[in-house]
Structure formats: structure tokens, C-alpha cells
């Protein structure tokens, strides 16, 4: 029994729902044990989060992070962060006043420094026209779930977390598709749709994965023998699911399969076959999955995969190989040596393309990596692996609060810092820098990367953030809103006020609309009420007004499904 909660004699017996949220709780933090003392589990390989559709880092990052001192460094914040901040029942929460609309007349919202009245969210309340879309994914600790925002209700799971890779993407024809796995070292790999009513169709097949021992080691030696990444094309058409297998003593065997989204159909295919050992150092050699990108026109493909050994610290070895391709619609040409990345200087976290027919000096992709010294920086690199240019986010370990490529361009990477609200853009074409205003006092502390909090509209000329009071519990943890601001320029265009604790953000494809989530626990206020569970606001990116909140979807640790709602 939670400690604070009210015991029978000071508050009315439980009902239904608030029962039901504690059996959720209850499922949801519960968690396999590892198969052996000695041997890791799929999850606890590749993490329990599941890659979001527009190749943020957000959360593929913590995947591929090894024992170097940076990592060590940057891993305990993320832990403690996602252990401690994330799920925390916040308090102390004062309202935020409005700042100018993008239309230019101020956003609608309480002021003041006075903290609203202790209540709950009501239900459902609805201004105006019902936002589109109205049905939209949304992630639990238990799996996918569609909420119904004309009513208000989370339906129940469509697809479960399982012990393998699961990945949603949106499907152009509408509803979305499963990229989905079952097993660990055997992965059968299958296409399932979704509609918008949540009728999962029937499974596609799409390749097995088979990792197998080289006999020539222990098993102990050989962990994790398999493994997918699944990312999405800039245009939304394809799935790129990236995969790698043991092949014995022959060494790892990479590939990637481009996955039409409306017909299922495998479009094309490739592989290439990696002759390496198992072991280096004496300890066991991972491979790991690839990171597949397609460029902004859609004629070459990356191949970005990373290695790493077992050992920490100094001793510790890791690094990410590039190989580049041509598409062309049917078929992926013969795959070239682009250059690789070592943890010596830079520990890549994420990998994808430039615009390279507008580039000013023949960097063709970008690698976003930390130093050693806990710096987050992006590299532009040329098809032949040279170095273009490095560029240094500044403060990035004190603050750094997540990335996204603006599609469909992919000319441009964002930063974002919560706790400082501060908006930065890099420009993928010529390696130029720009770091916004402060929105509000400085309170920096440290974070990690999470790329739930900015959003990037569809058409590239609008980011969205999320703030956050300060990382300090002596201080506040709660969300300060919603900011907008132009794409291009890093003006302010808006500061909407939160109506609880938010923790994720979306946007509309027509980009008329901003989503923002509360994972569940507190109230409108900032109090302790686990009963009520979860939350959506929807905001009028016109003005900044409130359009819609579902205020009891009577779930906890619920984000957003995927950052454009289509």
C-alpha cells in the first residue's frame, strides 16, 4: 500500500476506477527477472523505451551508451531522472501567465503566483470544435493504447510491450503499423496494421532473425545475438527497420529491409556480412542493431551500426561504422565505406542525413555524439567519412533537453533546455549555430536527453516545447508550460499556461493543434491524487487557447505515441 495515500478511515472506501489504477500501477512497475545471474534480458539490453517515429535520440540514446566515464556520467542522470523526477508526484506548482499568441494577442491562461485550488482535472471538457485528429496513440507501461478524445476514454491495449522489438509507426493510408518481434536471440519479425478503432489485422512476415553461437566461445562470451531497430522515411511512406544476427563463426551480419507502410510489401533489401569475433579484451564484442535513415529525397540510404565491449571505464571500447547506398525506389544499391566514429572522442547517439544538395561543404550526414567529457556535440561528415565540421552545443551536460530533426527538409537539428528554456538550431547545411533567449529565470541542472519535450511541426516552421520549473525538489519539478516559436528565427511565439503536470508533446499533421500529456498522478495543482491517473491537453496553435482536456484517462506513465498526430 502507497504510505501516502488516505487509509479506509479517513476517506471513502475505493471505487472501481481507482482500483483499476492501482492494479495498473502494480503491473506496470513489475518487471521479469534476468534469465541467469550471469546473462542479461532483452530488456535490460536494449531498455524498455521504444524509439519514437522521427528519429529523435530521445530515447534510442540510452540503448548505446557504454562504461566510458562521460557514460557512466550521463546514464546516472538519466536513471536518476527517470526513477525519481518522471514518476514523482509533484508539488509547489504556481500558474504560468500568458506571453504573446503567435497571432499576437495574449494567450488566454491564469496568472499570478498564487498555486490553484487543490482539485482534480474534470473529465472531459471541450471548447469549440472537436481537434483532429481525435484519436490518437499514447504509450502505458503495459503497451499502445488509442485515446478517444470526443469521449474522453484510453481504450485498452492494442499492441503489448513483449520481449522484443515493438515499434508503431502512422500509415499514410491512415491508423498505424506494428513493427513487431518476438523473441530475443529468434526474432520473427512481422508487419501488423492498426485502424484507428484499434482492429489489429493479421501478422505479415517479414524476415526471421536467427542469432547463432560461434562454437569457438562460451555462451557466457555471446549475451545478445540479435537484434532490430526500426526507424521511419522522411516522408512517413516506409519503414527502415535496421537488423543484425550472429552468423556463427562467420561474424555479425547487418542489413536493412525498407517496409512499404500501406502495402506491407518489403520494397528492397541488403546485407552485409561483418567478420569479427566475439570477443575483445576478454570480454564479449556486441553489435547492435543498425540505425537505418533515408535521405530528404529519397535516393540514398545510411547505415549507421554500433559495437561496444563490455569493459568500463578507460578500458572501455566502442565505436559506430557508416556504410551509404543508392535507392531507388525498388532497389538499394552496393553499400560504401562512409567513415567511422570511436568512444576515444565521440560516443554517437545518433546518425542521419543532410540535405546534401543545399550542403556548403559536401557534408552528406550528421553523427550527434558526447566527448568524454560529457559535451554534446554533431558532426557533418562526407560521403568518404571525412569531417566537415564539430559543433559544440554549449552547456550541453547542465541542461541539455533533447533533439529532432525538422522534417521534411532535415536541414536543421534542435536542442532544447527545460530548466533554462532555451531553444537552440543547428544548421545541418552549413554547421552554423544559433541559441535563442531564455524564457524564463535560470534554474539549470542536469537532465538528459529526452526528445518527448520539443516537437517540430510537419512543415518545419513551428517548435514546440515543454518547460520545467528547476531538477531541484527544494525548488519545484512541475511543468511551466507550453512555449512556440518560429523554425527558423528562434522567435517566442507563444507561452501557453499547463493544466497539469506535463511531460510529453505532440502536434497535429495540419499543425492546428498541440498535444501536450501528464504521465498520471498529480492534479490540476500539483497534488498528490493517484486516483485520478493521466491527462491530454490539446492547445489552439493559433492562439494558444485551451481546446480540449481529458482529464481521467486512469493510467499512469502515459506518453504521447508519436510526435506528428495524423
Not at 576478454?282 to 569493459?311: E, H, K, M, Y
Not at 507550453?482 to 523554425?487: L, N, Q, R, S
Request: aromatic fraction near 6%; proline fraction near 8%.
Amino acid at each position: 500500500m502507497d504510505p501516502d495515500r488516505p487509509t479506509p478511515t479517513d476517506r471513502a472506501p475505493l471505487d472501481d476506477a481507482e482500483l483499476a489504477v492501482l492494479v495498473r500501477d502494480v503491473a506496470g512497475e513489475w518487471s521479469l527477472p534476468p534469465q541467469r545471474l550471469d546473462v542479461l534480458t532483452w530488456r535490460e539490453r536494449v531498455g524498455r523505451g521504444h524509439r519514437s517515429s522521427n528519429g529523435g535520440p530521445g530515447l534510442r540514446w540510452t540503448r548505446r551508451l557504454f562504461g566510458a566515464a562521460a557514460v557512466a556520467v550521463v546514464a546516472a542522470i538519466s536513471l536518476l531522472f527517470a526513477a525519481v523526477w518522471l514518476p514523482a508526484q509533484r508539488g509547489d506548482r504556481a500558474t504560468v501567465g500568458s506571453s504573446p499568441s503567435p497571432g499576437g494577442s495574449s494567450t488566454p491562461g491564469p496568472t499570478g503566483s498564487a498555486a490553484p485550488a487543490a482539485s482534480p482535472l474534470p473529465k472531459l471538457v471541450r471548447n469549440g470544435d472537436l481537434p483532429t485528429p481525435s484519436r490518437i496513440m499514447v504509450q502505458t507501461g503495459q503497451g499502445y493504447h488509442i485515446v478517444d478524445l470526443a469521449t474522453g476514454v484510453l481504450g485498452p491495449v492494442v499492441v503489448e510491450r513483449g520481449h522484443g522489438p515493438t515499434t508503431l509507426l502512422a500509415r499514410p493510408s491512415g491508423g498505424w503499423v506494428c513493427i513487431c518481434g518476438d523473441g530475443q536471440n529468434v526474432i520473427r519479425l512481422s508487419a501488423e496494421t492498426v485502424d484507428p478503432n484499434g482492429v489489429v489485422g493479421a501478422p505479415r512476415a517479414i524476415r526471421d532473425i536467427v542469432g547463432t553461437l560461434d562454437p569457438r566461445e562460451s555462451d557466457a562470451m555471446q549475451p545478445g545475438r540479435a537484434g532490430v531497430e526500426v526507424t521511419a522515411s522522411p516522408d512517413g511512406r516506409f519503414a527502415l527497420v535496421g537488423w543484425v544476427h550472429r552468423d556463427g563463426a562467420a561474424g555479425w551480419r547487418i542489413g536493412a529491409d525498407v517496409i512499404d507502410l500501406d502495402t506491407l510489401a518489403t520494397v528492397a533489401s541488403t546485407e552485409l556480412l561483418l567478420d569479427e569475433p566475439v570477443v575483445l579484451d576478454g570480454q564479449p564484442r556486441n553489435r547492435f542493431a543498425p540505425i537505418v535513415s533515408l535521405s530528404p529525397a529519397g535516393d540514398r540510404i545510411l547505415i549507421a551500426s554500433t559495437w561496444g565491449s563490455n569493459l568500463v571505464g578507460a578500458s572501455q571500447r566502442s565505436g559506430t561504422d557508416h556504410w551509404l547506398a543508392s535507392f531507388d525506389g525498388r532497389s538499394i544499391g552496393a553499400l560504401a565505406d562512409a567513415g567511422s566514429t570511436t568512444n576515444k572522442d565521440c560516443i554517437e547517439t545518433d546518425a542521419g542525413f543532410i540535405d546534401a544538395e543545399s550542403s556548403t561543404d559536401g557534408a552528406v550526414y550528421y553523427a550527434m555524439c558526447w566527448s568524454q567529457t560529457g559535451v554534446l556535440a554533431v558532426r557533418r561528415i562526407a560521403a568518404d567519412g571525412r569531417q566537415a565540421s564539430a559543433t559544440e552545443f554549449p552547456g550541453s551536460l547542465a541542461g541539455f533537453g533533447g533533439g529532432t530533426l525538422a522534417p521534411p527538409s532535415g536541414d536543421a537539428f534542435y536542442s532544447w533546455n527545460p530548466f533554462d528554456t532555451v531553444l537552440s538550431r543547428l544548421d545541418l547545411r552549413s554547421g552554423q549555430l544559433s541559441v535563442g533567449q531564455a524564457q524564463r529565470p535560470n534554474r539549470s541542472g542536469l537532465t538528459d536527453p529526452l526528445n518527448s519535450l520539443v516537437v517540430v511541426s510537419a512543415d518545419g516552421t513551428r517548435v514546440y516545447t515543454l518547460g520545467i520549473s528547476s531538477p531541484d525538489p527544494e525548488i519545484s519539478r512541475a511543468s511551466v508550460g507550453v512555449y512556440a516559436f518560429d523554425a527558423a528565427t528562434l522567435a517566442p511565439l507563444g507561452h501557453w499556461a499547463p493544466q497539469a503536470d506535463l511531460t510529453s508533446i505532440a502536434v497535429s499533421d495540419d499543425g492546428r493543434y498541440v498535444y501536450a500529456a501528464a504521465h498520471g498522478g498529480p492534479s490540476a495543482a500539483g497534488d498528490p491524487a493517484p486516483e485520478y491517473g493521466a491527462s491530454i491537453t490539446t492547445y489552439n496553435t493559433s492562439d494558444g487557447s485551451v481546446a480540449l482536456i481529458a482529464g481521467r484517462l486512469l493510467a499512469r506513465d502515459l506518453t504521447l505515441g508519436e510526435p506528428i498526430c495524423r
